[in-house]
């Protein structure tokens, strides 16, 4: 038997490429989508909740992805010297920026030559997110891809707050943006295990401290209230598995997803938090593993000012990897077509 699928029209067809930076997997659209229209990136955002979450929902949510999926939508440019857009999507919603999709994403243009590389040849690659536009670095050696990216203007919100968690007790935690705003959550201090066999309650402490700062401390962006949201809670740990790592990141982020990465914009809002505290240096690139023990490096490569705020420009690299081609197929019989979730 060959199994080859007759061409009936009941079938709404999503082509897509995957890939996985660091662990953390991306399932970049390639076919299905409509055009998006929206003359800047918040207002294609803002099309996509509104008119087409029926496909995030397909494309992210079992049976075709699970509750850790993520996923991005490739869209024209909205900035002249842009390449293109990205639209990053989850089991939740759709997020404001996203570094290791930006990894991931510039790696497999590389990889399909779109991206047009000699080897030891770098080029400058602008893309326009929702948080604002992102400096790709792309090149390649001996054939494989090597990306890393500058983040958009990143600072410190708010520093040593305690708020109390049911059934655990205090939490002290700062809140910084690195193109999403993240709670961050000393676990050595709070005697909370990062390794993966902790998986559990990382998941429940996460989402439980995630919604108890969100409902006690309003988040404003300085410009756009559609980026004015807490995306997600990190644990960071000095009990690395590297001893040339600086610290571990898990991040618990949308509706209870891991990062298998140590996660882009989170170490960029990191390399922010811990500039402005003085633990790290200008232009000092640290290795922040993840709770895979993957690793992305960070440095806060210069200072910035934004609507009053002290910032800085993070720079960060990580290692991206295609890891399928897919045709997804939704049959208008199936009584499942719009998706689930199951953890």
Known sequence: MKFELANHSRFTKLTTLDAHTEGEPLRIVTSGYPTIPGSTILEKRQYVTKHLDHLRKVLMFEPRGHADMYGAIITEPVSPDSSFGILFMHNEGYSSMCGHAIIATVSAAIECNDIKLADNETKVVLIDSPAGQITAYASKKDGKPNVYFDCVRSYVEVCDRTITIPGFGNVTYDIAFGGAYYAYVDADIHNIDCSPNNVEQLITLGRSIKQAVANSYDIEHPEHQDLS????????????????????????????????????????????????????????????????????????????????????????????FITGVHQFLVDEYDPLKAGFILR
């Not at 509706?255 to 989170?266: H, L, W």
């Not at 690139?285 to 002290?310: C, H, L, P, W, Y």
């Open 229 to 320: 949201f807490l995306y997600g809670t990190i644990f960071t740990s000095k009990k690395t598995t590297d001893a040339s790592s600086h610290s571990r990141h898990v991040c618990i982020f949308a509706d209870g997803e891991v990062d298998r990465s140590p996660t882009g914009t989170g170490v960029s809002a990191r390399a922010a938090l811990l500039h402005h505290k003085g633990e790290v240096a200008l232009n000092q690139t640290i290795t922040i593993e993840s709770i895979i023990s993957s690793k992305m490096t960070v440095s806060a490569t210069k200072q910035a000012r934004f609507n009053g705020k002290d910032c800085v420009i993070p720079r960060v690299s990580g290692s991206a």
